[in-house]
């Protein structure tokens, strides 16, 4: 755990760093600025070389992360003297809590800035799609071809203004395949609308009487992007199902791909995006950053992999089997198994409407993936509670030797009330971490079902 091994190297870098400033203070008569350079240097040395070799076991380019490192250290050592700084003259702490109080953002910014920019900083994604890939290459079987009974879902929530645009293209490419020998003329599209207040359902209805191809699902009520799924899903027939946004985002001509290598024996194929660049900025960024956490909290995603995707009907119903309330298809599908391949496309714009994920409605996607599948959050808690047991004992140590060799212990405020509110901040902290988990096992022993069908044409 990467996390916990930082801790430790911090832990020790920490120890190193101030027990080198106090004893450059004290025995050797240095003033804090002289004294602190000397702890801070000898403590980011010995933290590159322990963090560089064993927390993130990065080979190679050691210049390069070093001056890497040094930047994150920048920005770490900037946030920990601000807050030393304003804990000092704003808040009249002494100077010593001062300086431990610093120890956090420095400790926060410090990890974020190793893992994800000082060292290695493909690793994570590396190795999970490097795997993928690699079971991808070694199933490849021989291509036999086959007429496919399909099924395309897509789930749609207010998007009266794609419909017409999204039918007339599958059923271009529809046709086509059918044409090409590739799927049976019996294939089919379904439209889900998940509780759409706009005109969607309507549209839906007329274009399944003008096209024979289209059927309609429509849940009672919204329920998300993920259960709208999840029913389509589990009710569409068709020996592979293929899910897709209904915005034609994602490029419809990877459907045909998708066919052979389905056709070619793979039980899953992921849709993967090749350049995102019609996303903004600030989502590909946050999509990055997620993806590697989640890697590297041990969830098995699928890198830059949305809901598009071809399911077997056998993948299909040891999905059925799964039946937990809180969906992240892309965090379950992975954990099924069966053989699978990978196939690239590029993203679009969308074609009309809005994006229905909001940041909230994003947020809480993301955490529902850690949260559904990583158990870190809480492990972490363990760490958090040995870092705080060691600095407590740290300050203790200093309390109980300022108190027996100087003059200056002044009973002051700040060292009663402090660490009552710094343990009293923490374990809020755990309690809403754990009470995260209890809501989970509490809606998961519920097992209310996740959709509701009201009617299908
Ligand atoms: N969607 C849904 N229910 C919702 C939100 C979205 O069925 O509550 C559908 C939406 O109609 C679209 C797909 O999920 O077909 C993806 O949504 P969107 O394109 O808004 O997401 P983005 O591409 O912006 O991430
Ligand atoms: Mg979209």
Not at 8 to 21: F, K
Not at 69 to 96: D, G, I, M, R
Not at 108 to 128: P, W
Not at 385 to 412: C, E, K, M, N
């Amino acid at each position: 755990m990467p996390l916990i091994r930082f801790l430790i190297v911090g832990a020790a870098n920490t120890l190193v760093g101030l027990s080198t400033i106090y004893f450059a203070m004290y025995f050797l008569q240095l003033d804090i600025v002289h004294a602190n350079a000397i702890g801070y240097s000898l403590g980011i040395l010995l933290g590159f070389a322990l963090n560089k070799t064993w927390t993130f076991s990065c080979r190679g380019a050691v210049i390069s992360s070093f001056i890497r490192y040094l930047l994150v250290l920048a920005v770490a050592y900037a946030a920990n003297l601000a807050t030393v700084l304003s804990a000092n003259s704003h808040f009249n702490l002494n100077p010593y809590i001062a300086q431990a109080l610093g120890i956090i953002p420095y400790t926060v910014i410090g990890f974020m800035g190793s893992r994800y920019f000082a060292f290695c900083t493909q690793r994570g994604i590396d190795m999970a799609t490097d795997h993928l890939c690699e079971t991808a290459k070694f199933n490849e079987k021989p291509m036999i071809p086959r007429m496919i009974d399909v099924s395309i879902i897509l789930p749609c929530y207010n998007e009266e203004a794609v419909l017409l645009e999204t039918t007339r293209q599958l059923a271009d490419l529809l046709k086509q395949l059918i044409i090409d020998g590739k799927v049976t003329p019996n294939s089919r599209v379904y439209y889900i609308d998940d509780g759409s207040r706009d005109r969607t359902w309507e549209m839906i209805e007329s274009l399944a009487e003008t096209h024979e191809f289209i059927h309609g699902i429509k849940l009672s009520r919204n329920r998300g992007h993920q259960n709208a799924l999840l029913a389509g899903l589990l009710t569409a027939e068709g020996e592979a199902i293929i899910s897709v946004d209904a915005d034609l985002q994602d490029d419809l001509s990877a459907i045909k791909k998708m066919i052979e290598l389905y056709a070619a024996g793979y039980d899953i194929v992921y849709g993967v995006r090749d350049a995102r660049m019609t996303d903004t900025f600030f989502k590909r960024f946050t999509a990055k950053v997620y993806y590697r956490l989640l890697s590297s909290m041990g969830v098995e995603i699928i890198y830059n992999h949305a809901d598009y995707r071809l399911m077997s009907r056998q993948a299909i119903e040891a999905l059925r089997e799964f039946g937990e309330v809180n969906l992240f298809l892309r965090g379950i599908i992975p954990q099924i198994g069966f053989s699978y391949a990978l196939v690239y496309y590029d993203r679009a714009e969308r074609y009309a409407g809005e994006s229905k994920y909001p940041l909230k409605k994003m947020l809480s996607f993301a955490w529902q993936g850690i949260t559904s599948f990583s158990d870190l959050p809480l492990r972490i808690i363990t760490s958090l509670g040995l870092l705080v047991s060691l600095i407590s004992f740290l300050v203790t140590v200093w309390a109980i030797a300022i108190r027996l060799f100087t003059q200056d212990a002044i009973p002051g405020w700040a060292s009663t009330v402090l660490p009552i509110y710094f343990l009293g901040g923490i374990q809020l902290l755990c309690l809403g971490i754990m009470g995260e988990y209890l809501a989970k096992i509490y809606s998961e022993t519920k097992r209310r079902p996740r959709y509701t069908i009201e009617k299908m044409i």
